[in-house]
Each structure stands twice: as structure tokens, then as C-alpha cells.
């Protein structure tokens, strides 16, 4: 199956879904041609390093102005940026997509979905356009007429869509794609010792592909407070925040990685997960069935995320940051919570969800007569 897979690298979970999809279409189809397309660089690599810098500047230094703009965004029209990236971009990308012929066109980004959904509405093409939403939660620039189907994380999540006027035909709750290493569970007892890792009561501490967040305070705090237990920090690309860890002279077992491709590996050595909430993150927590607590969500995205995994009783969220390593050495001891934390995170886990995706479309694309 012949697809064209259109992303942004604003924020990490948009090419995580994006690449986890590719997977699974290549698993089932090795012979197909399936291509990434990074929209905004496409557009201009100026524009997408500037919209990259200032988004994260924003989420980094002011985000409660992210979370207003994010709030305040939900319904509003007035700004149509599909519209608007259509006068400028049309002919380019009707080109690239009748070039390269694909069967299926698969959005993992708002501002992806919203321009190749305006080449559908203008009668440009005529593919076959799915949008896979990347939260736990349904924000309305998300919704495009246009596109064939909308996939969510969870069914849970259906009354969302239904108010925003999505006819449920349209919907599939298929989960947030994932890698397919993230469907198989390593013991936890194997992954210690695989990675060289002691038997003790085990936190994993994760702050996104940036590192970000109060992850040097929560840690420390974490190390006063806990007795003989294992701490891990992957830092991601936050290279001052890891060379900081590693200068510290810590009571308990400690470890701290860079960027890893192993954090399935990791997840599944740990007795619980301390973590921004952003979607895909929280959905790979969920795949190894590990409590997530909730730590420096940003506003507006990762606070819904947040909202829900609470709700459905697979987190806790910390009310107050300054007493995490208190809170965290309390839960770390209740074995009754965890392992109720644990059955719930198993419950809403949804590791399949690529290939799920992969299976609604297949359903539709090979009636179509340009499939």
C-alpha cells in the first residue's frame, strides 16, 4: 500500500506516530513505497526552525501563554492557516502527492491535516486522507472537513468528537500508534539484567526527547527521600541537564542515558514511570502496563492528557512539585496503589494501535480506483 505519511517535527510524538506507522505498512506491504514528509520543512526549512524555536520557547519560559492559546483556539475559525498554506503552497503539493502516487495519505499533525485537507475540499486530489490524533483528548484543530477518518486514542474519547460535529462513521478508536518493539514485554527481572541493573524498587524518570521539565529537582528531592531504591533518568537530548546528574553525588543506585532506543527496555525494568504526559510517551507507558505520575505537563495538550490517564486511574498527578520525592517514596511503598495503577494502565494500554490504524484504511483504499 502506496502511502504518502505527512508529519511536523514540532514536538517528538508527531514523527514517533508517523514512524511507527510507516513500520507497520512496510511489515505488512515490504514492497510498498511509504515516504515521511516533514510539512513545514517542506514548506521552508527557515519557517519550521523558527515555528520549532518558538514553540518550545513558549512551553519553556511562558507556558501559560501556550495554554491559553491553546484553550482559546478550540472552536475558533477566524484564523483558517489551511487556507491560507493552500494560496501559497497548492501547486507544489498537488505535484509532490500526483508524483508520487499514493493509495493512502496519513496525517499525524494538525497543520498537516489542515492543508492537504483544503487540496481535498478544492478538488485538487482525491486520496484517501486519514488524521491520527496524538493526545488523549480531541482539540478542534484537529478536525477538518475533508478528511475520510479521524483516529483516536480511546474510546473514552468519542464524546469528544461527537460534540464537535464528527459523524461517527468518520471515527476509529484505534489508539496512538507505537512502535511494534513496545507490544512485547520483557520481564522485568530480564531487563534488569540485561541493562546491568540492581533488584531494587525502581523509578524511571523521563522528561520527553528535550529533557524538560523539573527533572533535577524531583530527582534529588526522589533521592533524599527514598531508601535503597533505583533511579533512572533518561534525559533525553538535554545534555546539560544529563551532565548535571551525572556530576551529583547520589545516596541511591543511579543511572542516567541520553537519547536511548531502549526505553521499552527501561519501562519494563521500572516499577513506575515519572513523566511528562505527552501522548505517545503515556501510550508506550501504558503498552508495558507501568503507573505514570505525572510530572511538569504543559499546559493545554499535556494537561488533557494528563486529565484523562488520571481519570481512568492509570496516573496520579503530583499536586505539588516540591514534595515529589515525599509523594513518590510514599507510592513506592504501597503495593496495594501500584499494583491498581498497573491493572489500569493494562487496561487502557492499546500497543496494537498501528496496526489498527493500518487496518481501517486497507479496508477503504482497496475499493478505491486509484488504489
Known amino acids: 500500500m502506496d502511502t504518502l505519511i505527512f508529519s511536523a517535527s514540532i514536538g517528538a510524538g508527531h514523527d514517533q506516530v508517523a514512524r511507527a ?66 494560496r501559497l503552497l497548492a501547486r507544489a503539493l498537488t505535484r509532490v502527492i500526483k508524483d508520487y502516487s499514493p493509495q493512502a495519505i ?23 486522507l486519514t488524521t491520527v490524533i496524538t493526545d488523549f483528548t480531541v482539540h478542534s484543530y484537529w478536525i477538518e472537513e475533508g478528511v475520510d477518518l479521524l483516529c483516536l486514542a ?21 489508539g496512538i500508534p507505537i512502535l511494534s518493539k513496545f507490544q512485547e514485554k520483557m520481564n522485568k527481572q530480564e531487563a534488569r539484567n540485561k541493562h546491568a541493573l ?9 522528561g520527553g526527547a528535550l529533557g524538560m521539565g523539573n527533572i533535577t529537582q524531583v530527582v534529588k528531592q526522589l533521592d533524599q527521600n527514598c ?31 541520553g537519547f536511548v532506543n531502549f526505553i521499552h527496555e527501561l519501562m519494563a525494568a521500572s516499577d513506575l514511570v515519572l513523566t511528562k504526559p505527552g501522548g505517545v510517551t503515556s501510550a ?9 505520575v505525572v510530572i511538569s505537563p504543559i499546559p493545554g495538550q499535556e494537561d488533557r492528557n494528563s486529565d484523562f490517564l488520571t481519570e481512568q486511574g492509570a496516573a496520579i498527578r503530583l499536586a505539588d512539585e516540591r514534595f515529589a520525592g515525599v509523594k513518590i517514596s510514599q507510592l513506592m511503598t504501597d503495593a496495594p496503589r501500584l ?17 489498527a490504524v493500518i487496518d481501517q484504511i486497507e479496508q477503504v483504499v482497496k475499493s478505491l480506483p486509484y488504489a
Not at 538535554?238 to 548535571?244: P, R
Not at 499494583?339 to 496496526?355: F, G, I, N, V, Y
Open 21 to 86: 506507522l510507516k513500520e507497520e505498512i512496510l511489515r505488512r506491504h515490504p514492497e510498498a513505497r511509504v515516504s515521511i514528509v516533514d510539512t513545514i520543512t517542506y514548506i521552508s526549512p527557515i519557517l519550521n526552525k523558527l515555528m520549532l524555536e518558538g514553540y518550545l520557547n513558549m512551553v519553556r519560559f511562558t507556558p501559560r501563554m501556550w495554554g491559553r492559546i491553546y484553550t482559546r483556539t478550540e472552536g475558533d475559525s477566524t484564523l483558517d492557516i489551511g487556507s491560507l498554506a493552500y
Open 106 to 128: 496519513i496525517c499525524t499533525h494538525p497543520f498537516s491535516a489542515g492543508l492537504i485537507a483544503t487540496l481535498k475540499r478544492k478538488g485538487r486530489i482525491h486520496h484517501h
Open 154 to 174: 480511546h474510546e473514552k474519547l468519542m464524546y469528544l468528537v461527537q460534540e464537535l460535529g464528527v459523524p461517527e462513521k468518520k471515527v476509529a478508536t484505534t
Open 198 to 206: 540492581k533488584d531494587l524498587p525502581t523509578v524511571l524518570v523521563m
Open 227 to 257: 531508601t535503597d531504591c533505583q533511579i533512572i533518568v533518561v534525559a533525553g537530548r538535554n545534555e546539560i541537564l544529563k551532565n548535571e546528574l551525572l556530576h551529583y553525588q547520589w545516596r541511591n543506585e543511579f543511572r542516567v542515558h
Open 284 to 292: 508506550e507507558a501504558l503498552s508495558q502496563g507501568r503507573p505514570i
Open 339 to 355: 499494583q491498581a495503577l498497573s491493572q489500569m494502565s493494562e487496561r487502557l494500554a492499546k500497543p496494537e494501535a498501528a496496526a
